[in-house]
């Protein structure tokens, strides 16, 4: 059975960053997914350079995806262009930080 | 440049531990002994309790958690690791017992000897921190600018701990004459100015960021303070030693007053751009010392120019404990759960449920304590401004209580258990 993006997505989002409480995928910290066949390819930022979770954040998404069924190997890129800013969580997040 | 609290290059959390526990004890007993010093706050004199105080408070709590932040943050801002770390234990070691030595000298009049000698430990043990952040920079090919201000910041310490070593001997043997207040100026400046502060301002551009989400902020303010800073640290200790004109020494400290102002305006640019706005206890703690760092410095130099000296010291006042506790307990607050997290619950993310950090505190006690040790500053500034000592009594046994709140918190970070 092909693997679906929603089901990567929703994999990712067991990841949750220990500091603002939220899931990565809420903070909107996932830019995109892509699916060749068994190996996924996830392009996603970090709220802050500084982020004091860098490894360790990549290292959870990768092995979040590489638990569903049908993946076979996992490439995680983090980018800082565009850089991420609170617009990109959903609604959710940006009322619980910004009230 | 990437910078984080935690890589595999920062040192192993024991060693930062060490200091964090220590610098929280000295904490302790440093609000015990504030409680004995009601009847010195409308002179400059220091009396040996102050000077018991002053150590206890400055090297045992404010020394303490720097040279811990330090070992934790160095490593990972200048993205390679700390040269030793058994450097690091041996100047822990060295540092306690010769700075114990010195309180007592400065609490027993039978033990005073112990004070060049405590000195001398202490100074040696400052030399080994030192020399091992300097070797440790010169294993770089290049140095970022947070980089820039540890480096400067521990050229200063060593200048300013040498001149506190020959004070030592001085007082203590009287080997040779020297002018005492100049070079007390000149230690407290650059051990102040110099290090705390340029530490300070250094770490301040790693942590707010990353603990209010800030982004897209101008960084202008900080190139400035860092240029001025360093100017008038160094103008200061030479006019102090060399006896310079008062003029020149006046001028040094202005730059200082511009530098400090630069800072917080760089701090108020971060936190206007912040994307997390909750005013939890942390930016409350920062708020506060911002704010207590530029009144304090407005009551230094009225109490300068009007020759005020109850202005003066609540000027002083204000700054040890609204700007540098604050500070320090604000972030106490947000970088001991980190760490104490990635240590023991980052292993085990993915096979068992973990804490979020600010679980790993107790936010009510937080929060009232944060509180509590806004009102304890206060009513001791005006108790120093309006020389009432029961005021400045009544605010110290205020801070003791909140102190002893932090005490409880950190206890309660460091044995943080998963509930079931």
Same mark, same amino acid.
């Given at each position: 059975?092909?693997?679906?993006?929603?089901?990567?997505?929703?994999?990712? %989002?067991?990841?949750? /960053?220990?500091?603002?409480?939220? /899931?990565?995928?809420?903070?909107?910290?996932?830019?995109?997914?892509?699916?060749?066949?068994?190996?996924?390819?996830?392009?996603?930022?970090?709220?802050?350079?500084?982020?004091?979770?860098?490894?360790?954040?990549?290292?959870?998404?990768? /092995? %979040?995806?590489?638990?569903?069924?049908?993946?076979?190997?996992?490439?995680?890129?983090?980018?800082?262009?565009? %850089?991420?800013?609170?617009?990109?969580?959903? /609604?959710?997040?940006?009322?619980?930080?910004?009230? | 440049?990437? #910078?984080?609290?935690?890589?595999?290059?920062?040192?192993?959390?024991?060693?930062?531990?060490?200091?964090?526990?220590?610098?929280?004890?000295?904490?302790?007993?440093?609000?015990?002994?504030?409680? +004995?010093?009601?009847?010195?706050?409308?002179?400059?004199?220091?009396?040996?309790?102050?000077?018991?105080?002053?150590?206890?408070?400055?090297?045992?709590?404010?020394?303490?958690?720097?040279?811990?932040?330090?070992?934790?943050?160095?490593?990972?801002?200048?993205?390679?690791?700390?040269?030793?770390?058994?450097?690091?234990?041996?100047?822990?070691?060295?540092?306690?017992?010769?700075?114990?030595?010195?309180?007592?000298?400065?609490?027993?009049?039978?033990?005073?000897?112990?004070?060049?000698?405590?000195?001398?430990?202490?100074?040696?043990?400052?030399?080994?921190?030192?020399?091992?952040?300097?070797?440790?920079?010169?294993?770089?090919?290049?140095?970022?600018? #947070?980089?820039?201000?540890?480096?400067?910041?521990?050229?200063?310490?060593?200048?300013?701990?040498?001149?506190?070593?020959?004070?030592?001997?001085?007082?203590?043997?009287?080997?040779?004459?020297?002018?005492?207040?100049?070079?007390?100026?000149?230690?407290?400046?650059?051990?102040?100015?110099?290090?705390?502060?340029?530490?300070?301002?250094?770490?301040?551009?790693?942590?707010?960021?990353?603990?209010?989400?800030?982004?897209?902020?101008?960084?202008?303010?900080?190139?400035?303070?860092?240029?001025?800073?360093?100017?008038?640290?160094?103008?200061?200790?030479?006019?102090?030693?060399?006896?310079?004109?008062?003029?020149?020494?006046?001028?040094?400290?202005?730059?200082?007053?511009?530098?400090?102002?630069?800072?917080?305006?760089?701090?108020?640019?971060?936190?206007?751009?912040?994307?997390?706005?909750?005013?939890?206890?942390?930016?409350?703690?920062?708020?506060?010392?911002?704010?207590?760092?530029?009144?304090?410095?407005?009551?230094? &130099?009225?109490?300068?120019?009007?020759?005020?000296?109850?202005?003066?010291?609540?000027?002083?006042?204000?700054?040890?404990?609204?700007?540098?506790?604050?500070?320090?307990?604000?972030?106490?607050?947000?970088?001991?759960? +980190?760490?104490?997290?990635?240590?023991?619950?980052?292993?085990?993310?993915?096979?068992?449920?973990?804490?979020?950090?600010?679980?790993?505190?107790?936010?009510?006690?937080?929060?009232?304590?944060?509180?509590?040790? +806004?009102?304890?500053?206060?009513?001791? #500034? &005006?108790?120093?401004?309006?020389?009432?000592?029961?005021? +400045?009594?009544?605010?110290?046994?205020?801070?003791?209580?909140?102190?002893?709140?932090?005490?409880?918190?950190?206890?309660?970070?460091?044995?943080?258990?998963?509930?079931?």
């Amino acid at each position: 059975m092909a693997i679906t993006q929603e089901e990567v997505y929703a994999s990712i %989002a067991t990841v949750i /960053d220990p500091e603002v409480g939220f /899931d990565i995928v809420s903070l909107g910290l996932i830019y995109g997914v892509v699916i060749e066949g068994e190996h996924v390819h996830v392009n996603m930022t970090l709220s802050t350079k500084a982020c004091p979770l860098h490894e360790l954040i990549k290292q959870w998404t990768k /092995d %979040a995806v590489l638990k569903i069924e049908g993946v076979n190997s996992c490439e995680i890129e983090i980018v800082w262009e565009p %850089a991420w800013t609170i617009m990109m969580a959903n /609604d959710e997040v940006k009322k619980a930080l910004s009230f | 440049m990437k #910078v984080s609290l935690a890589t595999e290059m920062a040192p192993p959390f024991a060693l930062v531990a060490h200091f964090f526990i220590a610098g929280v004890v000295f904490l302790f007993l440093s609000s015990i002994s504030l409680l +004995f010093l009601s009847g010195e706050i409308s002179s400059y004199f220091v009396s040996p309790l102050f000077a018991a105080f002053a150590h206890l408070y400055l090297l045992g709590f404010v020394m303490m958690i720097i040279f811990g932040a330090m070992y934790q943050l160095l490593p990972v801002v200048l993205e390679a690791p700390i040269f030793s770390k058994d450097f690091a234990y041996v100047q822990f070691y060295m540092y306690i017992v010769g700075f114990l030595m010195m309180i007592s000298g400065f609490l027993f009049s039978s033990l005073h000897l112990l004070i060049p000698y405590g000195a001398t430990i202490t100074y040696l043990s400052m030399v080994i921190f030192c020399v091992n952040i300097f070797l440790t920079f010169l294993r770089l090919e290049q140095i970022n600018f #947070v980089g820039k201000f540890l480096l400067v910041a521990t050229i200063f310490l060593f200048t300013s701990v040498t001149i506190g070593l020959i004070m030592g001997f001085v007082m203590g043997h009287g080997s040779f004459e020297i002018d005492l207040m100049a070079w007390v100026k000149a230690h407290m400046i650059g051990t102040l100015g110099g290090f705390v502060m340029m530490v300070v301002m250094g770490v301040a551009m790693v942590l707010i960021p990353m603990f209010s989400l800030a982004h897209g902020f101008s960084d202008k303010w900080i190139k400035v303070a860092f240029y001025v800073q360093s100017t008038g640290v160094s103008l200061s200790i030479f006019s102090f030693l060399g006896g310079f004109s008062t003029l020149i020494s006046t001028f040094s400290l202005f730059l200082i007053a511009l530098s400090l102002f630069a800072f917080a305006i760089q701090i108020a640019v971060m936190l206007k751009s912040r994307a997390r706005k909750q005013n939890d206890y942390w930016v409350k703690n920062i708020v506060f010392a911002v704010s207590s760092l530029l009144i304090s410095i407005g009551l230094i &130099l009225i109490g300068f120019i009007y020759d005020l000296q109850n202005f003066a010291l609540a000027g002083g006042f204000l700054f040890f404990f609204g700007f540098l506790l604050c500070f320090i307990v604000g972030h106490i607050y947000k970088i001991l759960p +980190f760490l104490i997290w990635y240590d023991k619950f980052a292993p085990l993310v993915g096979k068992q449920k973990v804490p979020l950090l600010h679980q790993m505190i107790k936010t009510k006690v937080a929060d009232f304590q944060t509180l509590s040790l +806004f009102m304890a500053i206060i009513i001791q #500034v &005006l108790g120093i401004l309006f020389s009432i000592q029961n005021l +400045f009594f009544t605010g110290a046994l205020i801070m003791l209580l909140s102190n002893v709140l932090v005490v409880y918190n950190t206890w309660y970070t460091f044995n943080y258990t998963i509930k079931e």
